[in-house]
């Protein structure tokens, strides 16, 4: 039987939310994100920015932008499989690429798009993944949207991890994890996640978007903080806060990058 209006569903989540006081709602800014900011209609001190650096801000970076915006437009025009690919992505990839220690990079427009692309397209139905309870919402989707069995194991907790990566022997594994959570500022201890995955023969899986641009002393991130050689297979970061701009990348193998560049569907059929 056909409901009598149907939007009855969307006026009973919507009257749910409302009960629990967990309707969201959107802060306006007037101003730039800086330590003083206007939202809302009033100046208020902000703590809650991921513009870590107040790059934002930044006069010089400003005048570029206008410069380049001037020489390439303000849009890609096209998808960067098509037409939207330009010289200043090959070069913002070969220098990210560079400053992570790593063969290659491929840049997303977001670090949501990243991980949604990378997880969906690396993980099938022959693998495992092993996933941290407090991942962010973005690893859980691309977990989601792959074929693979999800397995998630104790925030933080090696010893669960590797006893549930006994316990999977046969499979294919991909270990996945954020490098800072964002909910409680914990770090992993990412040597012990890379010894993990190369003792299982476990593809790692990264996402630095709270570290990179603020970790170590050059501002690397997770990698910073371990050996060069315990770096993970496949690191994922986003430019949108410490440096403040917007967009995601990978940093990874030459073959992983061309593995993701096409297969990975929030690649391929965006426009950056």
């Known amino acids: 039987m056909l409901l009598d ?5 969307i006026d009973s989540k919507m ?3 409302s009960n629990q006081n967990l309707i ?3 802060n306006i800014f007037s101003s730039t994100q800086s330590a003083i900011s206007k939202i809302n209609g009033k100046e208020l001190l902000l703590f809650s920015s991921s513009n870590y650096l107040s790059i934002i801000e930044n006069e010089n970076i400003f005048d570029k932008g206008v410069n380049l915006a001037k020489k390439f437009g303000m849009g890609s025009g096209g998808s960067r499989l098509t037409t939207g690919s330009t010289i200043l992505h090959m070069e913002l990839e070969t220098k990210l690429a560079k400053f992570c220690g790593y063969e290659s990079a491929l840049v997303f427009n977001s670090g949501y798009t990243a991980n949604l692309g990378v997880i969906s397209s690396i993980a099938t139905e022959q693998h495992i993944i092993f996933s941290d309870e407090k991942n962010h919402a973005s690893l859980i989707d691309g977990c989601k949207l792959s074929k693979a069995k999800i397995v998630v194991y104790e925030h933080n907790n090696l010893k669960d991890l ?4 006994k316990l999977c022997y046969k499979f294919n594994k991909i270990i996945v994890s954020d490098s800072v959570f964002s909910m409680d500022g914990d770090i992993i201890n990412l040597k012990g996640i890379s010894m993990l995955g190369n003792k299982y023969n476990a593809l790692t899986i990264i996402d630095d978007a709270h570290g990179f641009g603020v970790l170590g002393e050059n501002g690397r991130g997770i990698i910073e903080l371990t050996e060069e050689k315990l770096k993970p297979d496949i690191l994922i970061a986003t430019l949108s806060k410490a440096i403040g701009v917007e967009g995601g990348f990978v940093g990874t193998s030459k073959k992983i ?3 993701i560049l096409n297969h990975a569907r929030s690649y391929i059929f965006q426009l950056l």
Not at 5 to 9: I, P, Q, S, T
């Open 5 to 9: 209006d149907k939007f009855n569903y």
């Open 24 to 26: 969201r709602k959107q």
């Open 257 to 259: 990058r061309d593995y």
């Open 15 to 17: 009257k749910f939310l």
């Open 162 to 165: 590797e006893n549930k990566l």
